[in-house]
Each structure stands twice: as structure tokens, then as C-alpha cells.
């Protein structure tokens, strides 16, 4: 195991390793993204209506876990660790619709991921296809296709881990609507041969990318090589020390890897960050930190974004600090994480808060212990 986790690790690391070789102090060379995407904008009362029918999705209207069914040949499932695997696999799922009654509906699995799917997982992430009829009255109603985060191993540690990074992505919630909603379910696996239970584990639905751009009447761009400058500044400096709270460095908005970058129609991009698996906030025991950073474990943080002025530095802090009981609260809330997982993180966030609120530590951190490059 701790061979395999090393081996993803140096993956993950050589991503900061090639932004760090392509931003020479003299300036990148390549041009500022397009600022506009290619395609023709829909009308305004389109991105209205779509806009209004995202943030509407029925699946994220609550945060109390939805417990579902899922059949499938996962033995199947489970060989295809093909990255960007175009496989499908027959399953169904059933859930409880609106009236009370369960609802049994025919999805479409695929493997996802990269790291978790190829070395680190023996159950793997998953991505639910749903059709386009059949869904209404449920909570999966209005969705097309919805990544699953799974519990990784059978061991019930794992499932620990899987609720961290559920936190993860609920804490970003509170600072940005443009983040991506989660909601946490019940997961029974099923196998279709046997109809046995294969396990019941703790899991996550991932918001659609699609709904994440609609709900803000942006699209998701394909920009390369986009640097700090590129980006709404408020976002950005937000997105960075979430990820420092959090301790993540597996992260590049440079090359996009794990950070979505949300494009309006005046152009305005938006950095989105998603997978927190490699936080120290999880502390999942493949977890590494990048290499060239200087950190032995992923609990240690380091501040990747860009050094910032005396007047940014205040509003950005205030932020954080006014919703500190929020974030701590979120830790309570929490259903299913054991007390040595709410005691972990608890502490993990609390160190957080303990240097941000000395404007000494805050200001070395923000203004001088930053990152001088043009981007991450």
C-alpha cells in the first residue's frame, strides 16, 4: 500500500514540479486565456431558465443523508481500471420517490478517477448515468450523469475518510456559492448475480459540472495556462486559503488539475476546486504531500497562492474568521463520523484559526511566506 501511494504521489507531484519549471521568473510566454468562450451565448431568458432549474435540482435541496440501492456486477466493475474508460456497466438504482413508495430506475455505471481508480482503491469511484425519463418524483430527478464518492476500501476506516472530504467540500460551501454542492447518501452495493449485499458504506453525490456553470450563468472553460492574473481575485485568494485550511497541495489551476474554471459572459473566470482526498483535513493513509514543497506529511500546510497586499489580507481573513463557528459547527453536523475523526478535524481546523487570528502569522503567511509565481 505504501509503495502504490507513493508511486500516485509522484504523479500528483509532478504536476507542481511542471508549473514550477514553466513559470521562469522572467514571466510565462504563452498568451492570456481566450476571453471569451468559441460558442454563441443562449438567450437571456434560456440562461434564466436554466440557471433557475440548477439550483432547483431536487437531490441538493437537503443535507440529510439519501439512502438508496445500487445493483450491479460489481466484480465486473471493479477490473475496469482504465482511466477515461468508455465502458458501461447495467445497474439500477432504488430510492424512495416523493409519494413514499420506492422507485426502482435503470442507470449506467462507469469507472471515474485517476489515482483512487488505477492504485489506491479496492472500490472504486463511480459515475451514475441516469436516463431521461424515469426519474421524476425522486431525489435524482433533472440529473443526466452524478460522480459517486465511494468509501475506497472495505475497511470502515475508509468510510471516515470518505465524510472528511465530504466536510471538505461543505466548508467551501460557506464561503462561495460557486463551489460545488454535495450531498451525502446511504449507499447499499449490491451484487446483480447474487443479490447478496456487497457492503453498505457511507457515500457522496458530486453537483453536475453542467449545474455548477448554470447555476451561475458561466460555462465550464478549457482554458490552458491560466495564472493568478487570469482569474477573479476575490475567488482565487479565497480558493487558496480554503485549500491552506484544509492543507491540500494537490491542486493547479495552471494545468486545471482538480480545479474547474467557471467562465461568465463578460469573461470573468472563476476558480472552482473539487477532490480533497489528498487533504490533511482526511489524512488518507495513500495521501502525500507534493514533492518540491518541503512537507513530510500531508498534515503539514503550505500557502500556494499569490502573495497578497495589506489590503487584501484583512477582508480575506475576516472572512474566514467570521464564519469560524460555522465551520466548526459543520464538524458536529456531520452524520456518521466517528468522535476520534470529529476530534481530528476539529483540532486540524482549529490550528488553522489559531494562526490566522494573529495578524503577525496571518501577515508572514499571506504577504511574505507566499507563492511569487505568475500561477499554480
Not at 514540479?17 to 443562449?42: F, N
Not at 487533504?279 to 500557502?303: D, Q
Amino acid at each position: 500500500m505504501i509503495r502504490k501511494a507513493r508511486t500516485v504521489a509522484l504523479a500528483s507531484a509532478a504536476v507542481h514540479l511542471l508549473v514550477a519549471a514553466t513559470l521562469c521568473a522572467d514571466g510565462p510566454k504563452d498568451p492570456p486565456p481566450s476571453p471569451k468562450p468559441p460558442a454563441p451565448w443562449p438567450a437571456a431568458d434560456e440562461i434564466q431558465r436554466r440557471r433557475e432549474d440548477s439550483e432547483a435540482r431536487r437531490l441538493f435541496r437537503e443535507t440529510s443523508p439519501v439512502s438508496f440501492i445500487l445493483t450491479a456486477d460489481f466484480k465486473a466493475v471493479g477490473k475496469d481500471r482504465k482511466p477515461d474508460s468508455e465502458t458501461r456497466f447495467p445497474a439500477t438504482v432504488a430510492v424512495l420517490g416523493e409519494d413514499g413508495q420506492t422507485r426502482s430506475i435503470p442507470v449506467q455505471l462507469r469507472t471515474r478517477g485517476h489515482a483512487r481508480l488505477v492504485q489506491n482503491c479496492g472500490f472504486v469511484p463511480l459515475r451514475l448515468e441516469f436516463p431521461a425519463e424515469g426519474t421524476m418524483g425522486t431525489p435524482f430527478e433533472g440529473q443526466g450523469a452524478l460522480k459517486l464518492g465511494t468509501h475506497c476500501q472495505g475497511a470502515r476506516e475508509y468510510e471516515q475518510y470518505a465524510l472528511r472530504e465530504y466536510l471538505a467540500y461543505r466548508i467551501f460551501n460557506l464561503f462561495t456559492p460557486r463551489s460545488f454542492r454535495v450531498r451525502l447518501a446511504r449507499a447499499t452495493y449490491v451484487d446483480a448475480r447474487s443479490g447478496k449485499t456487497v457492503v453498505e458504506r457511507y457515500a457522496m453525490f458530486l453537483e453536475a459540472e453542467r449545474d455548477l456553470a448554470r447555476r451561475h450563468e458561466a460555462r465550464i472553460a478549457d482554458l490552458p495556462r491560466t495564472l493568478f492574473r487570469h482569474v477573479d481575485r476575490p475567488a482565487l485568494l479565497s480558493m487558496m486559503l480554503f485549500e491552506y485550511m484544509i492543507g491540500n497541495t494537490d491542486f493547479s489551476i495552471y494545468v486545471r488539475h482538480n480545479v474547474r474554471l467557471l467562465q461568465d459572459q463578460a469573461g470573468m473566470v472563476h476558480p472552482v476546486p473539487y477532490d480533497f482526498d489528498y487533504a490533511g483535513l482526511v489524512n488518507a493513509p495513500y495521501a502525500l504531500p507534493a514533492r518540491g514543497l518541503s512537507l513530510k506529511t500531508v498534515l503539514e500546510r503550505a500557502y500556494l497562492g499569490p502573495c497578497l497586499t495589506m489590503e487584501e489580507v484583512e477582508p480575506v481573513v475576516a472572512t474566514f474568521l467570521a464564519r469560524k463557528a460555522d465551520v466548526l459547527g459543520l464538524v458536529e453536523s456531520v452524520e456518521g463520523l466517528d468522535p476520534g475523526s470529529r476530534k481530528e478535524v476539529k483540532g486540524y481546523l482549529l490550528e488553522f484559526y489559531s494562526l490566522i487570528a494573529r495578524p503577525r502569522d496571518a501577515k508572514r503567511l499571506l504577504m511574505e511566506a507566499c507563492s511569487r509565481k505568475a500561477g499554480m
